[in-house]
Structures are given as structure tokens and as C-alpha cells.
């Protein structure tokens, strides 16, 4: 317990000074610290202290979820994977500003943003577009998109958003690119005729503005995957229960070893997502009206054999849930 003299000690310090321990505590404890005065409070949601963890290096990736409660009709909503007092994790419910931002295909992380694009369906097409900052937890308007778009998929790359979806006046799908140094859109590009029938894999060279097919990644049905360290990983639930491993250099498949029993917890499972997590990966599924998430660490050892290492798996929500989208946020 802090003593009487020195809780009146920290208040007591150079403002710049206190920011900069407030850099170095991790922002789980952020909720906490905020109680200790409104001096804290204001300090912990200002804009400074943000800029302070970048300079110190001290920013943390967080995991943010877009939720579909099965059992009810209400829009999907925002949550935040957080950690408990023990070091245990749970998905907690994001505030309030964020959860009508329901539409999640055509929302994608960059840095401490999220940014959502597009309309729901057909019907409802629009040049919406909007940025979440994830450290003051507020929503603004940017440039809009200057087509009526519905997004189907959104990537990052080189500080540039690529953005797929159908819009008018393209008869098949266009990608749109959002340049977020610049906060301006750059020209439309239509995109090859792709037939999902055929289950064909197409990557974009952005450096030289074509498209390429890839025979040995369309082998595998791979679906909700992620990017770590220029390897594409999924859960494959559908033929061995595996996670298998694609490398773009050698176009080859792979088996991530040493998951055997976390894998064996995610039999049964409806549903699965992967998401590069600081570098690690993070994996979702549900188990008897329960998510759980694992942290996994991966490592390429000699032969080019790729192992993984459980760092934690945790129950972190219960409820007939289904996670429509995962974001990695740096805050």
C-alpha cells in the first residue's frame, strides 16, 4: 500500500515527469491509475502520454474483436482483449462510441487506428469512411471513398490501404487505394474476373500494379488467415485439425509443429480465427459457448521446419458467440 507521503509525493513531481512514468506502466493498469485523481485521469487519455510510450518504445499491441451474438439480433459489437489483475485474459466490451461501427469486412488496423470503409450489402452502398483512434477511443470522419463501395476485404501495406469491393459504376469487384500519409484516396483499379467457385488465390504486386495467380496457394481452403513474418498461417479445421504454414518464397505448405494439444482443445469448434499479434499469433475459437484465445510464438528452425510455442490459452468470454473480425492495435 502507498504511504501517505508519498501519494503526495507523485502528484508533487514536474507534470512532463509524471507523463513519463505513465509512458513506462503498461496501459492495462491505465484503468487504475485513472482513479487516483482527475490530474491522472486527464493525463492518462492525453495525447501526450501517447506520444511519450512511442518515444520510449513502451507501446503494447491489443486485440480488438467484432462479436455476433447468435442468440440475439442486435448489431455486432466491439471488444478489447484485456488482462486481468492474475494475468489471465478476457474480452471486455469496447465503449460505447465504437459499437455501431458493425460493418467488419471492410475495416483494417494500421498503428493505433482503425479504419472502417464502405456499406453493408448491395443495397446499401456508400463512401463512407471513418478512423477509430484506439488511445482516445473516438471516431472521425476521412476523406470520403470516392466511389459507392461495399468493402469485401482491406489490407495495409507501405502506408497504403488497399481496399476490394464491388462499387458503382465497376461491374466486378475494384480496389481502391487510401495513402495514410497523405489521408488521400488514389485512382480506382479494377481487378481480375475472380470466380469463387474456383477457388483461385490472386496476390497484387503493389510496386509493380499486377496481379499473379498462385496454383500451390489455392491448393488449401485457407480462411480466416494471418500474416507473420511474410508467412501466411490458418487453423485448418476441415480435413487434420493442423495449422498449417504457407511460405511465398519456396510456394510451399507446411505444418506448424508442437501444437498438438492446443489443437486438440479446438476440436468441436464452430469457428476459428488467426491474427499476427506483436509478432506472435493469436488463435480464437469457441468451445462450449466459451471463446478462448492462445498466444503463440513461432520459431523457423534448422531444415526451415517452423515450431510453435503456446504462451498462454485463456477463457476469455462465454456466450454463444462468433467473432466476425480480429485486429491487432498498437497503443
Request: charge should be neutral.
Amino acid at each position: 500500500m502507498v504511504s501517505k507521503r508519498q501519494s503526495f509525493l507523485i502528484p508533487s513531481l514536474p507534470e512532463d515527469v509524471i507523463i513519463d512514468i505513465l509512458a513506462r506502466s503498461s496501459r492495462f493498469d491505465h484503468p487504475k491509475l485513472s482513479l487516483v485523481s482527475k490530474h491522472f485521469r486527464s493525463l492518462v487519455a492525453s495525447p501526450e502520454l501517447y506520444a511519450r510510450r512511442s518515444l520510449l518504445a513502451c507501446t503494447e499491441d491489443f486485440v480488438y474483436v467484432v462479436l455476433d451474438d447468435i442468440n440475439s439480433c442486435s448489431f455486432y459489437h466491439w471488444y478489447i482483449l484485456c488482462r486481468k489483475p492474475k494475468g489471465s485474459h478476457c474480452l471486455v466490451r469496447a465503449p460505447s462510441t465504437f459499437t455501431y461501427l458493425y460493418y467488419h469486412a471492410g475495416s483494417v488496423a494500421v498503428g493505433s487506428r482503425i479504419y472502417v470503409f464502405g456499406g453493408i450489402d448491395h443495397t446499401n452502398m456508400t463512401t463512407n469512411a471513418l478512423s477509430m483512434d484506439c488511445r482516445s477511443r473516438t471516431v472521425e470522419p476521412i476523406p470520403s471513398i470516392p466511389v459507392p463501395l461495399v468493402c469485401k476485404f482491406a489490407c495495409f501495406i507501405d502506408e497504403k490501404i488497399y481496399v476490394i469491393g464491388y462499387c458503382d459504376p465497376y461491374p466486378e469487384k475494384a480496389m481502391l487505394v487510401f495513402d495514410t500519409e497523405t489521408q488521400m484516396w488514389e485512382h480506382v483499379m479494377t481487378t481480375p474476373k475472380m470466380e469463387a467457385a474456383l477457388r483461385k488465390s490472386y496476390a497484387y504486386v503493389p510496386k509493380e500494379s499486377k496481379w499473379e495467380t498462385d496454383d500451390m496457394l489455392s491448393s488449401k481452403r485457407w480462411v480466416n488467415a494471418c500474416v507473420v513474418d511474410d508467412v501466411l498461417y490458418y487453423h485448418d479445421r476441415e480435413v487434420v485439425n493442423t495449422l498449417r504454414a504457407y511460405d511465398p518464397i519456396k510456394k510451399s505448405w507446411g505444418v506448424v509443429e508442437g501444437l498438438k494439444e492446443l489443437l486438440a482443445e479446438t476440436l468441436g469448434s464452430q469457428w476459428s480465427r488467426t491474427l499476427n499479434y506483436g509478432g506472435n499469433m493469436a488463435l480464437l475459437f469457441s468451445r462450449t459457448s466459451k471463446i478462448r484465445c492462445a498466444e503463440i510464438s513461432l520459431e523457423r528452425r534448422q531444415g526451415g521446419q517452423i515450431w510453435g510455442k503456446v504462451e498462454w490459452c485463456d477463457h476469455v468470454l462465454t456466450g454463444n458467440f462468433e467473432v466476425r473480425k480480429s485486429l491487432a492495435v498498437v497503443v
